[in-house]
């Protein structure tokens, strides 16, 4: 008799790899989807999977099939009134029957998309490599960076540097007691018995002599047994359990501040939200509980919720100093430095009153810098006006400020380069 | 139902079929354990009485692997055509993709098992199944489709089943060699390429050698080094003569004769193609031959298959073996499997094959068992005798077009009420060319029969000529049949083509009049 034979732990996933062909193969319309995507989710929600359509006739495998026309008799089930002769109005749509394998339910179908979905992982590498993230920061992104060991109660095996030696003998000698009392308690009422016996013992008398002797020999044997209860055992062995835990540190809260003057059209926010994004995903590796405030400004700053920041539209002129104002007050009001971190995240078309751009510098260079753990400024425009001229001599006396214009998301992250590289060589 | 197929040993006399079934060894005391969830031991419990079973009918198998295997497992076997190992391509992934997202939105169960034509034939159980469900699948799979491998003559012709799972590992290394070497895209170009041609890649009148794989191998470097040098031959010579018999007639053409398996005749004499690419259409063409008969007896195969679980698993009832409640479940499921919708049903999508194969194989042991007049007029030679001998001669000697044609009674066709439907381009409306009556049964049967052939479902397409003095482009032709013109997709088959060929191809459809009707031209592709 054969043996049957159990694959369910072998070879799982075998298609992985043409998976992966599948995805090489239709990543510009992945890459599409992403983005879309991106565009319409929060910014909390980014690391989900996503659906992603392709028209069918993108992934159709073309052969060689017959199309409609010439003559041809199919046969069909089911006949319930028809006979002879009989004529049948054409189907709308051309679908005869197919010729034979069900192409009728096929077409039927129509031109329905072909609907998969992207995993977590595929969507943030597709994500990434949109921004030109560079490997080691996709593992850093990709991972939780840092491990701290929690004791967790005990556990019976381990290394010999974990050994909790009380412990270990407390339970050595909880187990000698209970291993020994039966035995004990016996010996004890021997020894009683032979004392009693000793002492009533006359010379010559031979049953009590022999009573004795037994006695004596029990005795014997039960000393003999409670001593070969071993002292400790290894299953007396008790080591302290250290479990690995991740801890993303304490809590930080990012502000993300943008200009929607009219000048912002929706490509520059489309793009200002990948910049708030990434620093966001940057955060929630090291943070445990991340706040989000949106400060959106034109003339005036105002707090609003993420849906207003991204999608509602001013027009009118620009006074950035406005938002950094707010800023200001809400972290005073707010976040407390010593309890939170801070981080700051702007973004403009660089386009102010030209009055206010010195102020700007001032604001941020002796309020809001020494506040923030770190502070990234980009804008989504080419040229260069007094705004980025004031903003570039920060650049020098502040470790923790960065600028960079970006026009397009490749150029997103070396905004974020120096942020990136310091945590890249502490985990290192 | 996925069945892949057979052959090393072929006995040198086969057991005749029984002529009646060899009675039961003892009825046993109490049935079989029937709890829901299956164990091995259960398991194992069943197949032997089964395979018992199976013995008393005189079936014929190749020894069984049973193989017990996830859903995921399944959805992974079933996306790259049912075999266990396969080459790696973006299409498979397609197929898992769409499989799982069925299997998960519960659109479709997955298939209860595949069972692969090789030797051992190899069934895959799946993990989820109760215990009616794997003993259906046992009698189903490794009784049912393993007897049809090992007996049918299409199978025994066209597939080895002890060196194709070999094969296919060794392809399945070839193509990641050569995707490391030459680069993913070259592959994956030149694969697509090949599989829009994979259906005409077979020889349908020449039978294959059979070779096992040390054979292949070893012979693969000759073949490089040969074909190349014939390929450099023809190429070679030719040219240079044009420039003297510029105006000598297109007296001769190249190849000879048409030849109809394109795949073969661009592994041979395509110009441009490196070795490995040559190495890669011959797996694409013998993968596919492969899977020719398989194609030829759908309804054959799973109407035997669905005929024997049938029968086993009624025979084991009646014999004590199993509980009321197995066989509940097991004919709940048997009865979805063959049920046909009538036409015009929104489930309607053709012809059932387990329906179809399933009413034939019970017709004709009827038409042995208890004949009509009827019968006796349409099949003298098997009404009233033993039916064994019967059925197995309809299991070996046809395939699905034969198989109709040969054996669809009267009667079943009543019962199914089948009916054939003229669509004739050149009418406005369809016309009801036949019915289930005594004036249509040999219409319909022939109609349908003719449904079944592959050459009537798959345009006949051939090498008709190759321009050697010119621009050495490639001609090919399409016969058309009952006029039927082709699909607008064959301009994309034709770039694949040309992407073989290396030169611009053209393709010619000729209508029954021997004239070309219509023609589709492709540049070369740039190099």
Same mark, same amino acid.
């Given at each position: ?87 049948? #109005? ?51 992104? #990709? ?52 004392? #009693? ?232 | ?39 091995? @031991? ?73 069972? /692969? ?139 000879? @004769? ?20 040559? @190495?890669?259409?011959? /797996? ?101 005798? !033993? ?27 009543? @019962?199914?009420?089948?009916?054939? /439907? ?36 798959? !345009?006949? /397409? ?66």
């Amino acid at each position: 008799m054969q043996q049957i034979i159990d694959r369910r732990l072998a070879g799982k996933n075998k298609s992985i790899g043409n998976r992966e062909r599948f995805l090489r193969r239709h990543k510009e319309q992945i890459r599409e989807a992403v983005k879309r995507a991106i565009d319409g989710r929060g910014i909390r929600d980014i690391e989900r999977g996503e659906d992603i359509h392709i028209p069918k006739r993108d992934i159709s495998e073309p052969v060689f099939g017959h199309g409609q026309g010439g003559v041809r008799d199919v046969v069909h089930p089911g006949n319930k009134d028809f006979v002879r002769g009989d004529r049948i #109005a054409r189907p709308k749509g051309g679908q005869g029957g197919g010729s034979g394998k069900g192409q009728a339910g096929d077409s039927g179908e129509g031109e329905d998309d072909f609907v998969f979905a992207l995993s977590k992982e595929e969507f943030m590498q597709v994500f990434f490599e949109d921004l030109a993230l560079p490997h080691l920061i996709r593992t850093q992104l #990709a991972e939780v960076p840092e491990w701290k060991y929690h004791r967790a109660g005990f556990s019976s095996d381990g290394t010999p540097n974990n050994l909790h030696v009380v412990r270990s003998m407390r339970g050595a000698l909880s187990r000698r007691i209970a291993l020994g009392a039966g035995s004990r308690r016996e010996l004890q009422e021997l020894e009683e018995r032979l004392a #009693a016996c000793r002492a009533t013992l006359k010379p010559g008398d031979a049953v009590m002599a022999a009573e004795v002797k037994d006695l004596e020999e029990r005795i014997e044997a039960l000393r003999v047994r409670v001593k070969r209860i071993p002292y400790l055992d290894p299953i007396d062995l008790r080591y302290r359990s250290r479990i690995k835990v991740a801890v993303p540190t304490s809590k930080a809260v990012m502000f993300c501040l943008m200009d929607v003057s009219g000048s912002m059209d929706e490509g520059r926010k489309e793009l200002s939200k990948r910049f708030f994004i990434l620093l966001y995903l940057f955060l929630t590796r090291h943070y445990e509980k991340i706040e989000l405030v949106f400060i959106r400004h034109h003339t005036q700053a105002q707090e609003v919720d993420e849906e207003n920041f991204f999608h509602a539209r001013e027009t009118g002129g620009t006074v950035v100093s406005s938002a950094l104002v707010l800023m200001e007050e809400i972290i005073k009001a707010r976040y407390s430095p010593a309890e939170w971190n801070i981080y700051g995240a702007q973004a403009s078309d660089g386009d102010n009153w030209h009055h206010d751009s010195g102020r700007c510098r001032e604001l941020l260079n002796d309020k809001l810098l020494p506040l923030c753990r770190y502070f990234a400024y980009v804008q989504v425009a080419e040229e260069e006006q007094n705004l980025w001229e004031e903003y570039a001599q920060l650049l020098d006396a502040n470790r923790h400020f960065a600028m960079r214009k970006a026009t397009e998301a490749s150029m997103i992250y070396p905004v974020f380069r120096d942020l990136f590289k310091k945590e890249g060589a502490k985990a290192a | 139902m996925n069945p892949v197929s057979d052959i090393r040993s072929r006995p040198k006399h086969r057991p005749l079929a029984l002529e009646q079934p060899l009675p039961l060894a003892a009825r046993p005391g109490e049935p079989l354990p029937a709890p829901s969830d299956w164990s091995f @031991e259960l398991v194992e419990q069943y197949h032997r009485v089964i395979k018992a079973t199976a013995e008393r009918f005189g079936l014929d198998t190749y020894p069984n692997q049973l193989e017990i295997i996830t859903a995921e497992q399944m959805m992974d076997a079933y996306a790259s055509v049912g075999m266990p190992v396969n080459y790696r391509h973006w299409s498979y992934g397609k197929e898992f993709i769409a499989t799982e997202k069925n299997y998960k939105r519960g659109h479709m169960g997955l298939a209860y098992e595949i069972v /692969i034509n090789s030797n051992p034939c190899i069934s895959y159980l799946m993990e989820e199944n109760t215990m009616a469900m794997q003993a259906l699948v046992i009698a189903h799979a490794a009784y049912g489709h393993n007897s049809f491998f090992k007996g049918n003559y299409l199978f025994r012709m066209w597939t080895d089943a002890s060196s194709i799972i070999d094969y296919l590992v060794y392809a399945k290394d070839y193509v990641a060699k050569c995707e490391e070497k030459h680069g993913l895209d070259a592959v994956e170009e030149f694969l697509d390429s090949c599989h829009a041609l994979a259906n005409h890649g077979v020889d349908r009148y020449r039978r294959p050698s059979r070779k096992s794989l040390a054979q292949e191998l070893a012979e693969r470097q000759d073949r490089e080094a040969y074909a190349q040098r014939q390929v450099n031959d023809l190429w070679r010579t030719l040219p240079r003569r044009a420039e003297k018999e510029d105006a000598a007639p297109e007296s001769k053409r190249f190849p000879d @004769e048409p030849q109809e398996n394109l795949l073969y005749f661009i592994e041979k004499n395509a110009p441009l193609l490196e070795p490995w690419q040559r @190495e890669i259409v011959r /797996i694409v063409r013998k993968v596919a031959q492969y899977f020719y008969p398989q194609r030829q007896t759908q309804t054959m195969n799973e109407g035997w298959a669905t005929f024997w679980h049938h029968k086993l698993l009624n025979t084991m009832y009646d014999d004590g073996f199993l509980t009321d409640g197995v066989m509940i479940e097991w004919l709940k499921s048997h009865t979805n499997v063959i049920y046909q919708p009538p036409v015009g049903h929104p489930a309607y999508s053709g012809i059932n094959p387990y329906a179809l194969g399933f009413a034939m194989y019970t017709d004709i042991k009827r038409i042995c068992d208890a004949p009509s007049d009827e019968d006796r007029a349409w099949f003298p030679d098997i009404a009233g005798t !033993p039916w064994l001998p019967a059925l197995d001669q309809a299991m070996r000697n046809f395939k699905d077009e034969s198989f109709i044609g040969q054996y669809l009674s009267p009667r079943l066709m009543r @019962e199914m009420r089948l009916f054939a /439907i003229t669509d004739d381009e050149g009418q406005s409306e369809l016309e009801v060319s036949a019915i289930h009556d005594d004036a249509g049964y040999r219409r319909v049967r022939e109609s349908l029969s003719h449904q079944y052939d592959l050459g009537s479902r798959e !345009p006949n /397409i051939q090498v008709w000529n190759v321009n050697l003095r010119g621009d050495r482009s490639l001609t090919l032709r399409h016969f058309q049949h009952n006029d039927r013109p082709l699909h607008d997709s064959a301009v994309e088959v034709l770039k694949h083509v040309a992407r073989l060929w290396g030169f611009g191809v053209q393709l010619e459809s000729v209508n029954a009049k021997g004239d070309v009707s219509k023609r589709w031209q492709v540049p070369a592709p740039h190099a």
